[in-house]
T-cell receptor, first 117, second 110 residues
Framework: GAVVSQHPSWVICKSGTSVKIECRSL??????MFWYRQFPKQSLMLMAT?????????EQGVEKDKFLINHASLTLSTLTVTSAHPEDSSFYIC?????????????FGPGTRLTVT | TQLLEQSPQFLSIQEGENLTVYCNSS?????LQWYRQEPGEGPVLLVT?????EVKKLKRLTFQFGDARKDSSLHITAAQPGDTGLYLC??????????FGAGTRLFVKA
């Protein structure tokens, strides 16, 4: 069964609005979660590392004020896309590592498809 | 910058054929994972290889880690339509960050 869930699985929003995506670890605690985005027919691009109780670490080129990450509990991380634009349309995937001390093997969520009109 | 290069990027074959996907880097990895992703879903872990020269088998899939832990291969024997998907290799840098290859999109025709 799924060990990482995401909600919603898909969302359509209007340009300029904000969208929140939830990532939950089921039956295990995740002090760290990762957020990726994936464009059609492309690989995963790491956006940021979400750390429980502290600030997220963003990859180069990812705007932290646009992609707000909150990891308020050991089982939940949220990604909020603020003032969304059509170019933000993508497949967003979160993951949580199986191990406590490395990214060695990850459980991935089923993804959230965001379409901004 | 650590990079993982996968080849081929796209592969379309007939059911029953064999194929090999390659994952190469100039960097050494603590471990390397292979994932399979179907459209509209998240990647699912297939295997992890840790030791240089290691070979693991998962039914018709054979995974090999290079002796120097810089490269890996995935060989599928007698491919089936159910094998269709995006295959991703991912290297564990040991620094709590995973590097993903660009992926190999496999299509197996019945």
């Amino acid at each position: 069964g799924a060990v990482v869930s995401q909600h919603p699985s898909w969302v359509i929003c209007k340009s300029g609005t904000s969208v929140k995506i939830e990532c939950r670890s089921l039956d295990f605690q995740a002090t760290t979660m990762f957020w990726y985005r994936q464009f059609p027919k492309q690989s995963l691009m790491l956006m940021a590392t979400s750390n429980e109780g502290s600030k997220a670490t963003y990859e180069q080129g990812v705007e932290k004020d646009k992609f707000l990450i909150n990891h308020a509990s050991l089982t939940l991380s949220t990604l909020t896309v603020t003032s969304a634009h059509p170019e933000d349309s993508s497949f967003y995937i979160c993951s949580a590592p199986r191990g406590a001390h490395s990214s060695y093997e990850q459980y991935f969520g089923p993804g959230t498809r965001l379409t901004v009109t | 910058t650590q990079l993982l290069e996968q080849s081929p990027q796209f592969l379309s074959i007939q059911e029953g054929e064999n194929l090999t996907v390659y994952c190469n880097s100039s960097s050494v990895f603590s471990s390397l994972q292979w994932y399979r992703q179907e459209p509209g879903e998240g990647p699912v872990l297939l295997v992890t290889v840790v030791t240089g020269g290691e070979v693991k088998k998962l039914k018709r899939l054979t995974f090999q880690f290079g002796d120097a832990r810089k490269d890996s291969s995935l060989h599928i024997t007698a491919a089936q339509p159910g094998d269709t998907g995006l295959y991703l290799c991912a290297g564990d840098t040991g620094g709590f960050k995973t590097i993903f290859g660009a992926g190999t999109r496999l299509f197996v025709k019945a």
